[in-house]
């Protein structure tokens, strides 16, 4: 069975992406110190695992239309 999301996990995902993403740009604001380090750090964790999603969807898409 093949996971998929549906348009409200969609969303979801794209507002922890934003969420962290504003976080991160707080840190920066702030020297990436204490707190401020360890939510850049989740920050490029997600970016790094987001993007190894969308590749792994881009490429199983290319792959479903060749058939």
């Given amino acids: ?3 998929r999301m549906n348009d409200n996990e969609r969303i979801d995902m794209l507002g922890w992406t934003l969420i ?10 702030l020297g990436f110190t204490g707190i401020a380090g360890a939510a850049v750090g989740m920050a490029r964790i997600l ?7 969308f590749l792994v969807s881009l ?9």
């Fill in 47 to 53: 970016f790094v695992i987001f993007l190894i999603l």
């Fill in 20 to 29: 962290f993403l504003i976080i991160a740009l707080i840190a920066g604001l």
């Fill in 1 to 3: 069975m093949i996971w």
């Fill in 59 to 67: 490429i199983t898409r290319l792959a479903r239309q060749r058939h």
